[in-house]
């Protein structure tokens, strides 16, 4: 069994995906060990407190924020660490150090809407004002250029009629997000499995 690590900022409604996946078996080769959020007030938090797992705080603000967060993942052994709804950026020795190991759920088709400056709600806004007829989400290993890593997968999504920016992030979360976060996150891991146990 994979241990993961998931770090989060918001709401939590990827993190409580994943969760639901493990649960449903969609997810059957890894177990998510830790929660770890940058931002206090996180319901993401409250999420993983109620599934009964670890629920840790590290505050973006803290002067040693990156070198903690290293320190927890480091002493929990992880497999992989999910960003899910992160929105810090992580430096180029934090993400060398877990090279390989690290995945993101970016709310776009990349390399349409992504980059600095592109997250939550904004990369909505930005598809709208572009006039997109298709937008969706994408998953994708994570280096040191923001949104820069090698596609997993990607999954497209209608942009309707009269859509807010509201309304567009829902759908795209319900339809594309929520299915293929889970389900990367499993294919990795299953693979990973075989290759350990020489299958
Ligand atoms: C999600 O739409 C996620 O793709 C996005 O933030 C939202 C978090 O929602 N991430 C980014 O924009 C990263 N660049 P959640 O907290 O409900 O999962």
Redesign the pocket.
Known sequence: MKKIAVL?S??????QAILDAEKSGIIKSAKVVTVISDSEGAF?LTRAEKAGVEAVCIPKKSADFEARLIGLLDEKNVDLIVL??F?SILSSEFTRHFEGKII????SLIPSFCGKG???LR?HQAALARGVKLTG?TVHYVNEIP?GGRIIAQKAVEVLPGDTPEAL?QRV?KEA?HVILPQAIEDICSVDAAESEGR
């Open positions: 989060v918001g709401g939590g409604t990827n993190l993401a899910a709804g929105l993101n759920i970016h709310p592109f997250y939550g990369v989400a949104d992030q979360m997000e």
